[in-house]
């Protein structure tokens, strides 16, 4: 138990180290003047509840109504990630952009899904602030993080496994990354990505990788959206693909729509921050329409399957270029 304990305070006292160059805010305070605001505000109270609308409330965090069921994935909903010391103020990076929701806005869900425990995908200060009566749906190892919060449903999925909320059901895969919240010590943690799926609609949530086949075994049946990571390459390439290999990676999956995640909202590594998003549109070409949600805050309706592409990519808030 002691030997336990040293570990831990020792790998948190490296953390601090690392993490030290970067100031700490207290939570309580406004936002910095410096972060920019959002460029678009969601309205999640707008949406329709049959169908698919999801906003991009930056870094890995999306706020979806997949056919009334109220999901968000990753929430960071603060203006650091890192090292939190018991939400009072947090070591680590600062965010660009504000979010464009709030905790307060947030009340109303039904499952909060994790891909994997590191600092700026399960940020705990975040997850203090929101609904214990959501389902928490996470990685291997992850419910010693998430239960102690006061979570009372917390469903731990391994590569394969499944669970369903509300008619959701939510399947496990992998990814090509890695899972330790305190390096170079800890203990490891799962990553997952998710196949989200109900009345025949699916959806990939994938995990942060670095290139993969992996994720070509859903074209037998493909999902309708694939959300993949886009930023964090430079130099992490093994860990994170460029946004040329994630359109590759996209096209695998024989998905219809993507939707770019992880992208302009820390300072995680070295290409410029917009950078991620306009490379994954030269790489889509002539096919870059299928790329949504181009702006955090930004939202966006999956059109119906009877409409045609040209009427699915018009105009106004629920189309294919909302949010750009």
């Not at 959206?225 to 860990?239: E, L, V």
Request: aromatic content about 8%; charged content about 15%; overall charge neutral.
């Amino acid at each position: 138990m002691h030997r336990v304990l040293k570990s831990r305070l020792v790998a948190a006292a490296l953390a601090l180290l690392i993490l030290a160059p970067f100031a700490s805010v207290l939570y309580a305070q406004r936002m910095n003047e410096q972060i920019a605001a959002p460029p678009l505000i969601p309205q999640p109270a707008s949406w329709p509840g049959n169908e698919i609308t999801l906003a991009y409330l930056g870094h890995a965090t999306l706020l979806m109504n997949y056919l009334g069921v109220r999901v968000l994935t990753d929430p960071s909903l603060f203006s650091r990630v890192g090292l939190a010391f018991d939400s009072i103020f947090t070591i680590g990076p600062k965010r660009v952009v504000a979010p464009p929701l709030s905790a307060a806005n947030l009340q109303q869900l039904d499952v909060i899904v994790i891909t994997h425990a590191h600092m700026d995908h399960l940020d705990i200060p975040s997850m203090k602030t929101l609904p214990r009566s959501a389902v928490v749906i996470t990685c291997d190892k992850c419910s010693q993080l998430v239960k102690p919060l006061g979570f009372t449903d917390v469903r731990e999925l391994k590569w394969g496994e499944q669970t369903s909320v509300n008619g959701l059901t939510v399947r496990a895969m992998g990814a090509r990354h890695w899972g330790k919240r305190w390096p170079p010590f800890g203990g490891d943690y799962g990553f997952n990505s998710y196949v989200l799926e109900k009345d025949g609609k699916r959806m990939l949530l994938a995990c942060d990788s670095a290139h993969t086949d992996l994720f070509g075994e859903l074209a037998d049946n493909p999902p309708d959206i694939a959300a993949f990571s886009i930023g964090a390459y430079d130099p992490w390439i093994w860990n994170h693909a460029n946004p040329e290999q994630v359109w590759s990676m996209f096209e695998q999956t024989h998905a219809r729509w993507l939707v770019p995640i992880h992208w302009g909202t820390f300072k995680l590594s070295k290409e410029p921050m917009e950078e991620p998003l306009a490379r994954l549109i030269a790489a889509g070409g002539p096919q870059s329409d299928r790329i949504v949600i181009r702006q955090i805050g930004g939202t966006w309706t999956m059109p119906q399957q009877s409409a045609s592409y040209e009427a699915a990519t018009q105009g106004g808030e629920v189309s294919a270029t909302a949010g750009r």
